[in-house]
């Protein structure tokens, strides 16, 4: 999933416009949100789960899905994590 995918969904699950949204993620203006939509500013950790749960989606599939994306090197990492995570396996 793309940022700009999540934060569109976002706005229609939540029924939350731009600037709440921005808001609620500590921005002063909903032109932040805009700069992570197109690409000029990389969302945090923080962001990208806020922006899953206002999607009701679950944060750490998406954020997964994310990063997993940006640093292709690392998607093994995320995808054992997860697998981990659902098999109930909470030692390393």
Known sequence: MLIAELI???KVRSGKSQKV???EMGYTNAAQVSKLATG???PDASEIMYLA???KMQ???VLADIESQRHPELAAV???TLD???AGVTSL
Request: no cysteine; glycine share 0%; proline share 5%.
């Open 40 to 42: 000029v500013k990389a």
């Open 59 to 61: 944060p750490i599939e």
């Open 53 to 55: 749960q206002a999607a």
């Open 8 to 10: 569109a969904l976002a």
């Open 84 to 86: 981990r995570m659902r």
């Open 78 to 80: 995320w995808k054992t």
């Open 21 to 23: 949204m921005a808001e």
